[in-house]
Structure formats: structure tokens, C-alpha cells
């Protein structure tokens, strides 16, 4: 039964992806209507009050995301993206995402780190340019600071 659990996504074609990749996926189909690049905002994305986010990149260790964060916390997970978002310092929401280490995962969003660092950080009201790639497994988005 625990087999069938884990296979059921892969079964259905769906992901693990969380509801902030999942809002984003759906602002990008809906505002880029297959024309990229566009722009999209992540707080357009969001049913919170927050002031700062972070992408950490499914490399990031423990002591990367505490460092950056200015806290101790329990929200890391090896190995996954992760989406972190503070208000007034103070962390408000977090998200894991999948990962393949092999090629970006069908609509996988992906921030604009570069290859020297674990993670960005963005202040809310970001705009993000958005460009469409493919990988293996299908589509996935790359982010970029607009402004």
C-alpha cells in the first residue's frame, strides 16, 4: 500500500510541487499565454502577508539557508528547493519543492542563481522576467529580476 502511495503521483503525471510553484506555474500559463518572455510576480502568487523571499537552490545546506535567514530553524530539507519567505524578519511561510539533479522537473520554476551561490533573495513586489525552456521531462520556467 505504501508503494502504491508514492507511485500514485508518478501514475497521474503529476509532482510533488508545492501550491507557490503551482500558483506560479499558473500566473506564467495564464499572463505569457506561450509568449516568453513576459513578467510575473511572485506576490501575485501568494495569500500572505510577507516582505522578503528567498530561493534556495536544492544544493543549499542547512548552514546556507540559517545563515541567510539570520535564524535557527527546522524548515530545511535536504536536497529540495526551497521558497522561504520572512515578514519583518520573521519567517511567515516555506515551501519544498522537487528536484532532479539530472534536468529541471516539468514545470519546475527555476530563480536565476548563479552557479557561485545557494540562493537570492528578493523583496516583495519583485518582477520577474520569464523565460520558457524544455527539458526532458517537459517544460520548466526560469525567473530573472526584472527590476
Not at 20 to 43: F, G, H, K
Not at 87 to 109: C, D, M, R, W, Y
Not at 118 to 144: C, E, I, N
Amino acid at each position: 500500500m505504501v508503494i502504491l502511495a508514492c507511485m500514485l503521483p508518478f501514475l497521474q503525471g503529476c509532482t510533488r510541487s508545492g501550491k507557490i510553484e503551482r500558483a506560479l506555474v499558473s500566473q506564467i500559463t495564464q499572463t505569457c499565454r506561450n509568449q516568453t518572455p513576459c513578467q510575473v510576480r511572485v506576490d501575485q502568487a501568494t495569500w500572505f502577508d510577507w516582505d522578503k523571499m528567498y530561493a534556495f537552490k536544492y544544493t543549499a545546506t542547512k548552514q546556507d539557508r540559517e545563515k541567510a535567514l539570520g535564524m535557527t530553524d527546522d524548515g530545511y530539507r535536504d536536497l529540495e528547493r526551497q521558497l522561504v519567505f520572512l515578514k519583518n524578519g520573521k519567517l511567515v511561510f516555506q515551501e519544498s519543492e522537487p528536484t532532479n539533479a539530472e534536468h529541471p522537473i516539468k514545470n519546475e520554476v527555476v530563480f536565476d542563481i548563479p552557479d557561485t551561490e545557494s540562493f537570492k533573495s528578493y523583496p516583495h513586489g519583485t518582477v520577474f522576467s520569464v523565460t520558457a525552456l524544455r527539458s526532458d521531462s517537459g517544460p520548466y520556467f526560469q525567473l530573472s529580476r526584472f527590476n
